[in-house]
């Protein structure tokens, strides 16, 4: 399996999963080199570099609904190059993503929003350099679970 930015994965049984605690939990692929990824987990809040051979694909029913699988969508919808994922400094049960994209059109955040608008709490654009920008969004974390 080639592992990829944005890719929802889970950490397979074994000496990576016992060392980190992480054995079957999904977490979100941040960053990629030839043989290991940095894959990003919401509960703990940590991200670990684990080899390609210790993660599988996340299969539909261990993501859907998440907010792991919303941030792998928007990240793919925007063309996202870079994701950060933390709390919410001013409200606990929103999740803060900032999402590092190129120059898009007004309409795409406003279909996105209109899509997902149970979900995002707020979306703000900044400008991050030369045709660059960051899309800086709230999502509501589920009532009863809180981040996974």
Same mark, same amino acid.
């Given at each position: ?38 894959? $990003?987990? !919401?509960?703990? #809040?940590?991200?670990?570099? =684990?080899?390609?051979?210790? &993660?599988?694909? *996340?299969? @539909?029913?261990? +993501?859907?609904?998440?907010? $792991?699988? !919303?941030?792998? #969508?928007?990240?793919?919808? =925007?063309?996202?190059?870079? &994701?950060?994922? *933390?709390? @919410?400094?001013? +409200? ?13 059109? =007004? ?6 929003? *209109? ?34």
């Amino acid at each position: 399996m080639k592992i990829v930015f944005a890719d929802l994965v889970v950490c397979s049984e074994g000496d990576h999963a016992r060392a980190f605690g992480l054995a079957g939990r999904a977490g979100i692929v941040v960053e990629t080199r030839k043989s290991d990824a940095r894959v $990003l987990y !919401l509960d703990p #809040d940590r991200s670990v570099w =684990l080899p390609h051979a210790s &993660l599988r694909g *996340a299969a @539909s029913g261990e +993501t859907a609904g998440t907010p $792991l699988a !919303l941030a792998s #969508d928007l990240v793919r919808e =925007l063309k996202g190059r870079e &994701l950060e994922a *933390a709390s @919410s400094t001013t +409200t606990p049960a929103l999740l803060r993503l900032v999402i590092a994209h190129g120059a898009v059109t =007004l309409d795409l955040p406003e279909r996105i929003r *209109a899509r997902l608008k149970e979900r995002i709490h707020s979306w703000a654009l900044r400008p991050a350099g030369l045709h660059k920008m960051e899309s800086v969004i709230e999502i509501a974390l589920p009532a009863t679970t809180g981040p996974r």
